[in-house]
């Protein structure tokens, strides 16, 4: 009988592969050939999936934006707001090795972007996804704030989460600072008294 070939799970897996190749070699290094010696499948199985390098890539970029909202829907929503909002945030920065990966392969296709336009929808995505949770915490911590405040709060609290992910990135010896500093924004934006908008 013929197996089965779960196309998810083997997208997944090439995904890895290409941010693997990402990681360790640059993204000028991935082609068709490299991924695949890299997922230890033949190109010709890869370029069933993705006949293009363009489609892999874009497909990747896909993937990796699949598994932060993977992680952020699995959270517990039984928890206090500002609880859950930390956890959910804390999705976005590179705090465990899958997470460095995943930006590290970000940084990498936005420069990609020149040779691949179609990431520019990708990266649009993964902006408007952050500022979206963003305006979301900052509702749930502040629902009785207008939407004006809520969307200049949560544009800082953007700022910050980005800047904390490209530090993290560069300091690799975290000591928990960087949650700090995300609990400690949380906390100012649920007591400080703020402009109604």
């Known amino acids: 009988m013929p197996r089965l070939i779960d ?16 990681t360790s070699k640059g993204i000028g290094a991935v082609s068709i050939r490299e991924v ?12 069933h999936l993705f006949p293009t390098r363009e489609q892999l890539v874009i497909a990747a970029a896909e993937q990796m934006l699949h598994n932060v909202e993977r992680r952020i829907m699995s959270l517990p929503r039984d928890v206090l707001p500002i609880e859950f909002a930390e956890s959910a ?23 990609e972007e020149p040779a691949v336009p179609a990431l520019a929808g990708i ?15 900052v509702g749930s ?24 992910a490209f530090h993290l990135f560069q300091d690799t010896q975290d000591d928990g600072w960087a949650m ?9 934006i649920v007591t400080s008294p703020q402009p109604r908008g």
């Open 180 to 188: 700090t500093q995300l609990r400690a924004e949380l906390t100012a």
């Open 7 to 22: 196309h998810d799970q083997r997208r997944e897996e090439l995904a890895q592969a290409l941010w693997q190749v990402v």
């Open 123 to 137: 990266r649009r995505q993964t902006y408007d996804d952050l500022r979206r949770l963003c305006r979301v915490v």
């Open 36 to 47: 695949a010696a890299t997922a230890g499948v033949s190109a010709g199985s890869l370029r």
């Open 89 to 111: 945030l804390a999705q976005a920065l590179p705090l465990d090795p899958e997470r460095r990966i995943e930006f590290a392969v970000n940084l990498a296709l936005v420069a």
């Open 141 to 164: 911590l502040r629902p009785e704030d207008g939407d004006d405040a809520i969307e200049a709060t949560a544009r800082r609290l953007h700022v910050l989460v980005d800047g904390l």
